[in-house]
């Protein structure tokens, strides 16, 4: 029997590699080829492997978020044609694009709202849909109409699911199923070498944030940590890593111009976008997390602790899901540099407890949240949905059992 082709769709438009896309990566590689044949399509080029899986860009097409960046008239024209996404020719290309590979499965990155087009092609086309909701994205009309042809809808922890089922989201199913990652790439090694290239002793204390720069990242919540703590640690340092979203352009230059302050001019590295984001967590001693807003989850966190390193992140959101609180890092309250910069001083004074932390978080990442784990759930609800998709099921038909993956 040929393998099953899946088609994943990943609609950001950032001009950085984001988070709906860093999750569904591992996903396609480790995928079982016996059984699926992967293909990606994007909404803008990307820099990154995919180890021979077909690629399709679309071309630059205006989509219905774009308007709302117009300003009130924008706004104005948003909301008179709202039925946009449904006609719009975003929904024309990727069911050209659905029509010419022949996917049996059309697999959404990116939730409902920025997914409506894909959901509307693949309606059009005939084909059953799995849609990944990563966040806590506005609800309303088009999007609970839209949900009804969705085969399944994946949440990445159980609060998003609630979310969902608070506003009447009516995919047939939907389940809570955890990202993972390949443990077996973040090993200890590089860190010295990230530390030479930014003149940073090895001997200094470093934390650091990794996450595409913009407002709501929290990363100058991060840098007056920094300064804070510095009173208690001098010789601190911090790396920030990830490259400038589109939206953060006057953030960065913000960021740029706070950290050459006398309290931290020489202390604070802005590493842009890397490629070695496995090297720059090992040269860190730990790990920050700082969303002004609740994190729908938090990927880099599981990064740093399959790196034995201790997290600290707001207690809010995905961080409550992933950090077990004084056994894997610390929980603090959002929104709040003091508490960060107090968390961050009580680790750096307690090394002991920061290697058991370590220890701890590398354990958990394993048991709980390594690649193989989000595969195999994946995997068997793209078996679930291909044999019994919407189309061919009956009004109040009994549900298939649905694999769960929770901590």
């Avoid at 569904?24 to 990154?48: G, Q, V």
């Avoid at 044609?81 to 022949?102: F, K, M, Q, S």
């Amino acid at each position: 029997m040929a393998a099953q082709r899946i088609l994943f769709v990943e609609a950001s438009t950032g001009g950085v590699v984001g988070g709906s896309l860093t999750g569904i990566l591992p996903l396609i590689a480790h995928l079982d080829r016996r059984r699926f044949a992967p293909m990606l399509a994007l909404f803008e080029p990307k820099r990154i492997a995919t180890d021979g899986v077909p690629v399709h860009v679309l071309p630059p097409l205006p989509r219905p978020g774009d308007a709302a960046q117009r300003g009130r008239l924008g706004r104005l024209v948003l909301r008179v044609t709202n039925l946009y996404a449904i006609v719009g020719p975003r929904a024309h290309a990727l069911a050209d694009l659905y029509r010419r590979e022949r996917p049996a499965l059309v697999y959404l990155a990116n939730g409902f709202r920025a997914n409506l087009d894909g959901i509307v092609a693949a309606k059009r086309c005939g084909l059953p849909v799995v849609c990944h909701e990563k966040g806590f994205e506005l609800i309303g009309p088009r999007e609970r109409l839209t949900s009804r042809w969705i085969d399944a809808c994946v949440c990445m922890t159980e609060e998003i699911a609630d979310y969902c089922r608070a506003r009447h989201l009516q995919a047939r199913r939907l389940l809570t199923i955890h990202d993972g990652i390949d443990c077996q790439e973040f090993r200890p090694g590089g860190g010295e070498a990230v530390r030479r290239e930014f003149g940073i002793p090895l001997d200094a204390p470093v934390a650091g944030i990794v996450g595409h720069i913009q407002n709501w990242k929290g990363q100058h919540l991060v840098v007056e940590a920094i300064a804070r703590a510095r009173r208690h640690f001098p010789d601190l340092r911090c790396l920030v890593v990830g490259g400038v979203h589109r939206r953060g352009v006057e953030y960065a230059a913000q960021l740029r111009e706070r950290i050459t302050a006398p309290d931290l001019a020489g202390h604070v590295f802005l590493a842009g976008a890397r490629e070695d984001v496995p090297a720059c967590l090992d040269a860190m001693d730990i790990v920050l997390h700082a969303s002004t807003v609740p994190e729908p989850f938090g990927r880099v966190l599981i990064e740093a602790m399959a790196l034995a390193r201790p997290v600290i992140a707001p207690r809010e959101g995905g961080p409550l899901v992933i950090v077990v609180d004084g056994e894997t890092g610390l929980l603090v309250p959002p929104r709040d540099a003091s508490a960060l910069a107090d968390a961050l001083v009580a680790l750096l004074g307690d090394p002991v407890r920061r290697a058991a932390m370590g220890q701890a978080g590398r354990a958990r990442a394993e048991a709980v949240f390594d690649i193989r784990h989000h595969v195999a759930a994946m995997e068997a609800l793209f078996e679930q949905v291909l044999q019994h998709p919407v189309s061919t099921e009956r009004p109040g038909g009994p549900e298939a059992e649905l694999p769960q993956s929770r901590s």
